[in-house]
């Protein structure tokens, strides 16, 4: 299984990122799938998770303003980012896990190799 993310860039305080995960490979067992973030200096944390199915999860500082979706046809996972903040600066990563419990503690089983978001003026 391999998971490929693109869309990360650099963007205005107030504006909007599309993230995009690709999964190749089988992965019809794995039901979730998450994207989290690493700020520098900081540990990695879960921004949003989604099932199979569409129920979500997300932290707190996100709420309102990103919103996680599937395409379950073309294997893919996106992150619709808007309102970004100076705060929002980090890698973002995606991953995938048989349950949205693995998701949220951070125990994917797989990882994307991370795409950069910077939110500058």
């Known amino acids: 299984v391999q998971l490929v993310e693109s869309g990360g860039g650099l963007v205005q305080p107030g504006g909007s990122l599309r993230l995009s995960c690709a999964a190749s490979?089988?992965?019809?067992?794995?039901?979730?799938m998450g994207w989290y973030r690493q700020a520098s200096g900081k540990q990695r944390e879960l921004v949003a998770g989604?099932?199979?199915?569409?129920?979500?999860n997300y932290a707190d500082s996100v709420k309102g303003r990103f919103t996680i979706s599937r395409d379950n046809t073309k294997k893919t996972v996106f992150l619709q980012m808007n309102s970004l903040k100076p705060e929002d600066i980090a890698v973002y990563y995606c991953?995938?896990?048989?349950?949205?419990?693995?998701?949220?503690?951070?125990?994917?089983?797989?990882w994307g190799q991370g795409t950069q978001v910077t939110v500058s003026s």
């Open positions: 490979g089988n992965i019809f067992t794995l039901t979730a």
């Open positions: 991953g995938a896990a048989r349950s949205m419990v693995l998701i949220i503690n951070g125990m994917a089983k797989y």
């Open positions: 989604i099932t199979r199915s569409g129920t979500t």
